[in-house]
Nanobody, 121 residues
Framework: QVQLVESGGGLVQAGGSLRLSCAAS????????IGWYRQAPGKQRELVAA???????DYADSVKGRFTISRDNAKNTVYLQMNSLKPEDTAVYYC???????????????WGQGTQVTVSS
C-alpha cells in the first residue's frame, strides 16, 4: 500500500522559511519522480516543484529562486525548502508520486494528506 506523509507546515511571517518533508512507503522510492503541489482556497491545485528519480528538477515560475526540492533515497523522503515566503504561498501542500517525461513531471495517482502552510504579512 502506497503511503505519502507530509510534514513541516506551519505559520510563518513573510520573508521566513519552512522545510516540508514527504515520507513515502509502499513504493520503490528511488525509481519514482515526486512532485509537490499546493492548493489555496478557491484555487486549483498547482504543481510547485518536482524531482525525477535521477535528481532532475522542475519548478513553477512563481517559486523559482525561492524553493528548492531535494530527495534522500536512503530515507525515502523528499524535501521542499521554502525561503523568502510570501502571503501568496499560503496553501495546503501535497506530495505526489508520478513520472518524468521529456523534462516534465507527470502527475501520478497517489497523494498525501497535505500540510498547511500559512504565511502572514
Amino acid at each position: 500500500q502506497v503511503q505519502l506523509v507530509e510534514s513541516g507546515g506551519g505559520l510563518v511571517q513573510a520573508g521566513g522559511s519552512l522545510r516540508l518533508s514527504c515520507a513515502a512507503s509502499g513504493i520503490t522510492f528511488s525509481a519514482n519522480a515526486i512532485g509537490w503541489y499546493r492548493q489555496a482556497p478557491g484555487k486549483q491545485r498547482e504543481l510547485v516543484a518536482a524531482i525525477s528519480s535521477g535528481g532532475s528538477t522542475d519548478y513553477a515560475d512563481s517559486v523559482k529562486g525561492r524553493f528548492t526540492i531535494s530527495r534522500d533515497n536512503a530515507k525515502n523522503t523528499v524535501y521542499l525548502q521554502m525561503n523568502s515566503l510570501k502571503p501568496e504561498d499560503t496553501a495546503v501542500y501535497y506530495c505526489n508520486v508520478g513520472g518524468w517525461n521529456r523534462g516534465y513531471y507527470v502527475t501520478g495517482h497517489y497523494w498525501g494528506q497535505g500540510t498547511q502552510v500559512t504565511v502572514s504579512s
